[in-house]
């Protein structure tokens, strides 16, 4: 058996352009899978993942994604979004719920 497979977790982390030691990234992804069965076959299935990213115009977004086996595409469940760099913005950090299919990320 895979030895991802013996458990029932598995977590990837995903770091770009480290700027401090190991504490802070210009981009990080997050994803974690969890053991499913599918046709009689048992195997690690990535059902979310955290992308945290800054845009061109300095906005950080964090946006999270479930996936299911059984689903034709994954699902956007939330966007957080801040602009600290903007000191005119008056909303410390918008949320954003509505639903959204991989295809429009």
Sequence with gaps: MNRHLARAFYVRCEAREPLHALTAFAGLTVCVSQRVRRSGTLEMWD?????????????????????????????QIASLQSRPEDEECLTALGCNLDHMSDTVL
Excluded: F, K, Y
Aim: charged share 25%; proline share 7%.
């Design 47 to 75: 059902s979310v993942t955290v992308h945290c990213d800054e845009e061109a115009d300095g906005t950080l977004i964090v946006r999270i994604v479930v996936s299911n086996p059984d689903w034709p595409e994954s699902v």
